[in-house]
């Protein structure tokens, strides 16, 4: 046994490989380190990591199992609360939420929660393992809207209550930001995310692709015409904000959503696919939360030096720790405290540079965070070709617009019950980023979860 004040450290790709490839960065615990690790954990009668995970997945109960080497029991409790454990033990931003919350963490460090719950999901998925679905269907039909970790939490929820779900997808492969968003080297499309998708489809879940709710269909039609008595609305939070700026509509400005959904789905990276993206030489990235990272840290694997350009200092980054770690550990640069004031281009339209201020912190705002100030004459300009807006998203109106008495907010977010994602049109769920705006994908799941009980609730009192 080693220290047990100390995590049982995790297998990495060495920095200035992984630089270079769209591999898997992390490379998980073997059996060995995650038994290990497990027995760390002190298995607490009043288990504060329960309260701290979205999901309220049972964790001293999973963990019990893997101490034991029973890595199907593990995934049975895992199971009983998440539809997409591969994936949460990787992009969940653990250290704020269980791990955030373990007693062992007083003292020393946290029980690697997030590490253990990957290794029992990859490894069920080795052995075959798959969750159990409902035993008889209810005869009720229920539309999910969205297949991304909201939908396709939602859906596999309902699933297992005996519903026959189907979720509409607008784009041409399920999954949402999980396929889109998140790059291949933090979360691996065919080996995670397709075989995640896989089991909710085994739960009995139907998944349509290519159908636009507001467009090909509507919320009303499906419920007055197709004879769904339900819908859940987890369609997500796509479309880009942009800061307005001059010169930022010139040939080399993206949005992060489509530099990151160019390279993810559409395999930018891979040569041999005739989607490629023109990375840049120099690319600046504008903001700090894990999509610029994620961003940043793709355009360096596709060749590109790449600087974070972000107006708070390094503490108020909101990205999690680990992302920020491993982009500084693989060369990317950090012009912090300093913001975009216009993109130069040339006369043919293409970007050239981009002209900056450097800011001081001042007083807190109504976030609580110190309001950036502009340094008086501190311009300067950034040699760059190419710059990445990662600003954050807000929900596309399409299906607000097109659905009659459902209330949005000024952010064009749908308003929705907390506790049962009930909305102000009857018999309409909704829930993740299309309610909250852009927020992580445990938050999504756990307002899919919510949303299923409120509509199992709804649909059984009807």
Same mark, same amino acid.
């Given at each position: ?97 269980? #791990? ?63 519903? &026959? ?7 041409? #492969? ?95 990276? &891979? ?185 199992? &609730? ?5």
């Amino acid at each position: 046994m080693g220290d047990v004040l100390k995590k049982v450290p995790v297998r990495e790709q060495e920095p200035k490989v992984r630089a270079k490839n769209f591999d898997e960065v992390c490379l998980g615990y073997n059996k060995e380190e995650a038994i290990e690790e497990a027995n760390r954990c002190l298995n607490c009668k009043n288990a504060q990591c329960i309260k701290g995970c979205p999901v309220a997945i049972n964790i001293p109960a999973f963990i019990e199992q893997v101490k034991t080497g029973n890595v199907e029991e593990a995934y049975k409790v895992i199971s009983e609360s998440s539809a997409l454990p591969a994936v949460c033990g990787r992009v969940c931003p653990q250290e704020s939420q269980c #791990e955030g919350k373990c007693i062992r963490g007083i003292k020393g460090e946290p029980v690697s929660i997030g590490k253990l719950e990957r290794f029992v999901a990859d490894t069920a998925r080795e052995m075959g393992i798959k969750p159990e679905g409902a035993k008889e269907k209810n005869g009720k039909k229920v539309a999910v809207i969205g297949s991304g970790p909201a939908g396709l939490t939602c859906a596999g929820d309902l699933a297992k209550l005996g519903y &026959d779900v189907t979720i509409f997808e607008a784009l041409h #492969e399920a999954g949402g930001v999980l396929v889109y968003g998140i790059p291949e080297f933090r979360l691996p499309k065919e080996d995670v995310v397709a075989k995640e998708i896989e089991n909710v489809k085994n739960l009995g879940v139907k998944i349509e692709t290519n159908v636009v709710i507001g467009k090909s269909t509507t919320v009303d039609e499906l419920i007055e015409e197709e004879g769904f008595e339900a819908v859940f609305i987890g369609s997500g939070a796509g479309l880009p904000k942009f800061m307005g700026i001059k010169g930022e509509t010139a040939n080399g400005v993206f949005s992060a959503n489509e530099y990151l959904t160019r390279s993810n789905l559409m395999k930018a990276f &891979d040569e041999s696919y005739d989607t490629p993206i023109k990375p840049g030489k120099n690319v600046a990235v504008v903001g700090g939360g894990n999509v610029a990272m994620d961003a940043a840290r793709t355009a360096l694997r596709l060749g590109a030096n790449v600087s974070i350009v972000y107006r708070r200092s390094l503490e108020e980054l909101p990205a999690r720790v680990e992302e920020v770690h491993h982009a500084m550990e693989e060369g990317i640069k950090f012009e912090l405290l300093t913001n975009p004031v216009e993109i130069i281009e040339d006369e043919k339209g293409l970007v050239t540079g981009m002209k900056c201020i450097r800011m001081e912190l001042g007083e807190p705002d109504e976030s609580g965070r110190r309001r950036p100030v502009e340094i008086k004459g501190s311009e300067f300009i950034m040699d760059v070709d190419t710059v990445i807006m990662s600003l954050g998203t807000s929900p596309n109106p399409l299906i607000s617009s097109t659905t009659k008495g459902l209330e949005t907010n000024r952010h064009g977010c749908i308003i929705a019950n907390e506790e049962i994602g009930a909305t102000s049109k009857e018999g309409v769920f909704a829930g993740g980023d299309a309610v909250t705006g852009a927020a992580t994908v445990i938050l999504a799941m756990g307002a899919g979860k919510a949303a299923a009980k409120g509509i199992h &609730d709804y649909l059984s009192n009807k």
